[in-house]
């Protein structure tokens, strides 16, 4: 069955890039999304498409697609920035959520 | 702004069915391009899609859950529901409902994303 996958946790210094990546054979076809969720709260989206960004999201938060693999980079990480990361895509069946990255900012 | 409220039991004892209601408020449901689906994760797990259902009332779910799930849509409400028949303690869960959005961009390229979300509601399975 298809699946997407992420690494689990990554860290990155405060003010550097950190890029968390989303691996599956869905993202060949379809554009992956990304979410953020923090303790207690519901995922928000943050990036969706090529490169799309809702209002009232950063601009330091950036996506990237190649073959089956998607990006979410952020530009200059913020404290607030520390989080569970998702990516999700359709696929044949329906949908697909990664497993999460969880994001801390050193 | 589109709000989007889960409903129903926090409880439900195993073998029985879950059951639970989101109701849409700031916009129609049946308007525009949008999928409504449901959306699960047990505590300090990851995201599980269960399923969605089109305003026409066409659905699909997660191949996983499919023998259990139904979803259905009250258009006359503004509302959509979930049923999860014999529940186990394993479907003990935060249930999200959340508008899946369609978009076409240039070159006919169609995307897919939530861009809303309940605030979602915990179903514990236990007796």
């Known amino acids: 069955s298809s699946e997407l996958t992420q690494d689990p946790a990554v860290s990155v210094a405060l003010g550097q890039t950190v890029r968390i990546t989303c691996q599956g054979d869905s993202l060949r076809s379809y554009y992956a999304s990304w979410y953020q969720q923090k303790p207690g709260q519901a995922p928000v989206l943050v990036i969706y498409?090529?490169?799309n960004r809702p209002s009232g999201i950063p601009d330091r938060f950036s996506g990237s697609s190649s073959g089956n693999t998607a990006s979410l980079t952020i530009t200059g990480a913020q404290a607030e920035d520390e989080a569970d990361y998702y990516c999700?895509?359709?696929?044949?069946?329906?949908?697909?959520f990664g497993g999460g990255t969880k994001l801390t900012v050193l | 702004q589109v709000q989007l409220q889960e409903s129903g039991p926090g409880l439900v004892k195993p073998s029985q069915t879950l059951s639970l209601t989101c109701t849409v408020s700031g916009g129609s449901i049946s308007s525009g391009s949008y999928y409504w689906s449901w959306i699960r994760q047990p505590a300090g797990k990851g995201l599980e899609w269960i399923g969605r259902?089109?305003?026409?009332?066409?659905?699909n779910y997660n191949p996983s859950l499919k023998s259990r799930v139904t979803i259905s849509v009250d258009t006359s409400k503004n509302q959509f529901s979930l049923k999860l028949s014999s529940v186990t303690a394993a479907d003990t869960a935060v249930y999200y409902c959340?508008?899946?959005?369609?978009?076409?961009?240039?070159?006919?390229?169609?995307?897919?994303?939530?861009?809303?979300w309940g605030q979602g509601t915990l179903v514990t399975v236990s007796s």
């Open positions: 959340a508008r899946e959005a369609v978009t076409t961009m240039v070159r006919g390229v169609i995307i897919y994303y939530f861009d809303y």
């Open positions: 498409g090529k490169n």
């Open positions: 259902i089109y305003t026409s009332g066409s659905t």
């Open positions: 999700n895509s359709r696929d044949s069946s329906g949908n697909l």
